[in-house]
Structures are given as C-alpha cells and as structure tokens.
C-alpha cells in the first residue's frame, strides 16, 4: 500500500507528539529524581479531580519510583547510562539490518528502529521462557 501525503503526515505528526510525550516524561524524572517535593506537588494538582486516598496512592508509588531513579546517582553517571544505553540501540539495530539483509529484506535506518519499538513490546507480554512467539510476532508485524 502506498503511502499518501495525508499517511505520511499524519505519521510525522504521531512521530512528534510522540517524541514530546518522551521528552516531558524525562523532564518529569528529572523533576522526580532532583526536587520530588515539587513533583508531588505538579502530580497532586494534577490529579485535584480524584479521591484523596488515590492521590496518596500515588504518591506512594511516586516515592518508590523516586527511590529506584536514586541508583543513577550523578549527572554524569546518568549520562554514562545514557550513553551505553544508545550503544546498545545502535548495536541491536546492526543486528536486525544484518538479519533482514541475510534475507534479503532492506529497510531505512529508521525503519531498523521502528522494528527495534516492536520488539520491545514483544518482550513485555508475558511469553514462554526466552520470548519465543510474542518477539517473532512483533517482528513480523
């Protein structure tokens, strides 16, 4: 199916709001992980609508959560963690152009990424040891 003008700009536009959906949800860590007291305080304002046992819920699982981004320590370890982290991605993303190139499949840089996406959520759904179908599934999709 060829991809018309309306597609592709409705993809470009999914891809941004996409990307800025991420990049507020990294400012909010960051938030999280160096001023927690004003990111409650954005969270329960937020959530003004809700019961006050849900907001203290939340909050609950916003101190556990800010618990955990505490391993990541300094700005430069988090950069280092950043940056092993895209290796990875690139290195991974070799190794689907590899495989689509043995079968003679081949697809765009971003495209290899995409593919990447995919198989993530494949991992995530609960599956047989190793992941067998629901990342050949994903792939494949």
Known sequence: MPLTEDIRRLLRLGGWLSFLLYVGLLAFLVLLRQKPELAHAVIHKALFWTSAGLRHRVRELMDSFS??????????????????SAILWVFYAFINYVILAFFG?????????????????????????????????????
Do not use: D, K
């Open 105 to 141: 499949l081949q697809i765009p840089v971003a495209g290899l990424f995409l593919l990447m996406v995919f198989q993530a959520f494949g991992v995530m759904l609960p599956s047989s040891p190793g992941f067998v179908g629901t990342y050949h599934a994903a792939t494949v999709a």
């Open 67 to 84: 618990m955990g981004l505490r391993v990541l320590g300094s700005p430069g370890h988090s950069l280092g963690v950043a940056l092993f």
